[in-house]
């Protein structure tokens, strides 16, 4: 009961803290810069834990599965659910582009010509997956190979009997520990919050400067919002028919971890917080402990949503139309991309160029969302953190023997 007092007293502070770091940055604008230190420490503070707590709950969540082959249907329908969702969520954004055209009449004069990468292909997408240096990945914060090691790792503990349940319970009790750090960070992220926020809307200009981009590109930030939100009503509706879970009671749990991802932008960095709320709502513990860190890795639904109507609304801008093949070829580019892409340096910029490449747009056309993109990005950070808790409940359910949620 006290858990739960202060797991409202933590929601109730976040939320005061986003209101007014957003006031104060509308108000005070750039000045609002002196605080930024601030959000960045918190921000710090829950990147320091993201390895550790990732290859801890890997390795133990595997681990617990036992026998190493019942991995397998774990990790089919953890893989099918994140490719599933991620596709609904790309179709969404097609279809908003088309409905809100945002790009029609738009202005290019002002636009930014975007930094290009090389061209990536599938064969790139699989070597992220492995690292020759697994330490410098991890010093790197490269999740995919760690979390690919990890679970080779778990699979090989329990294949050698008694001599692997002391390491297995070593990184048990680092779990369990993490966890508890991060419920003590947690003390400071009203704080964190409120300096993330300020700072970030003061960098923009303040309120006036802000709302003059929006206005300006409105029907793109409405597109994508309207996608957003579609989504997570089909998240809901997951929750509800394949979790058997109350939407608003799960909701209750996820405050915290969703305002946190709003406010952080970051998705590994609020991980932490995620896997916590999961906990308190019951899910089970095998699927969490496996599901929530490889989520945070690959399943990208708000960052796939984004991108199908970023590159609609650039064609638009363009004049190029693109028909039912070329948005086909979107869609499934979107898709692989952000499921893959998570491995890779600069993953958002990566992705993006690799959907407007495999169409024919100019990369130039980035430069034309760049302004209002920061504000775009916590919002798809906060579905994708969703999606993660929602995957979690929807896999601890379908592979419980008693399909009872939470056992």
Known sequence: MNKEKSGSGLLLAMLTAILAGGLSGYIWGPAMGSVAWLGELFLTLLKMLIVPLVAASIITGVAALGDVRNLGRMGGISITYYATTTLIAVSIGLLMANLWQPGTGVDLGAS?????????????????????????????????????????????????????????????????????????????????????????????????????????????????????????????????????????????????????????????????????????AGVNEKARRFVLPLGATINMDGTALYEAVAVLFIAQAYGIELGFGQQL???????MAAIGAAGIPEAGLVTMVMVLEAVGLPLEGIGLILAVDWFLDRCRTTVNVFGDSVGAAVVGYLTSPDKKAGN
């Open 112 to 280: 930014t010509p975007a930094h290009t990468t090389g061209d990536i292909g599938i064969s790139d997408l699989i070597l992220s997956l492995v690292h020759p240096n697994i330490i410098d990945a991890a010093a790197h914060m490269k999740l995919l190979p760690v979390i690919v090691f990890c679970i080779l790792l778990a699979a090989a503990l329990t294949t050698i009997g008694e001599r692997g349940r002391p390491v297995i319970a070593f990184f048990d009790g680092l779990n369990e520990a993490m966890m508890r750090i991060v419920e003590w960070i947690m003390l400071f992220a009203p704080v964190g919050v409120f300096a993330l926020i300020a700072s970030r809307l003061g960098e923009a200009g303040g309120g006036e400067a802000f709302l003059a981009q929006l206005t300006g590109l409105g029907r793109y930030v409405l597109a994508v919002i309207s996608g957003l939100l579609t989504h997570a009503a089909v998240l809901c509706m997951l929750l509800m028919l394949l979790a058997r879970r109350p939407v608003i009671q799960y909701l209750g749990y996820m405050g915290t971890p969703l305002m946190t991802a709003f406010s952080t932008a970051s998705s590994s960095a609020t991980l932490p917080l995620t896997m916590e709320a999961v906990q308190q």
């Open 329 to 335: 070829v979107v869609l499934l580019t979107a898709t």
